[in-house]
């Protein structure tokens, strides 16, 4: 359907190493190689985050690729 259509359009624009690295995780993490990033957990394992790694991600360069140091998943944090 549309939604799968979608997704694999989105899915084409992702480097490839990258989309390897979220396939593997899907796969060993129940389904779910990316996690959002709300207040200072992991919306994935749902644990918290060490500042550092927080810092990182909300004032580090853009453009890289971060993980959640607990559960491995990419996250997504906002930025600002």
């Known amino acids: ?6 997704r694999a359009e989105a899915a ?3 480097p ?5 690295t979220y396939e593997r995780l899907r796969q060993r993490l ?3 190689g990316v996690a959002r990033l709300v207040g200072s ?10 500042a550092t790694a ?6 580090g360069p853009g453009g890289q690729v ?3 140091e607990q ?10």
């Open 1 to 6: 359907g549309a939604l799968n259509e979608a």
């Open 12 to 14: 084409a624009k992702v």
């Open 16 to 20: 490839g190493e990258l989309a390897s």
């Open 30 to 32: 129940g389904g779910t």
């Open 41 to 50: 957990l992991c919306d994935g394992c749902h644990l918290s985050l060490p």
């Open 54 to 59: 927080l810092e990182q991600l909300r004032h």
């Open 66 to 68: 971060e993980y959640c």
């Open 71 to 80: 559960c491995g998943r990419i996250l997504v944090a906002p930025r600002g």
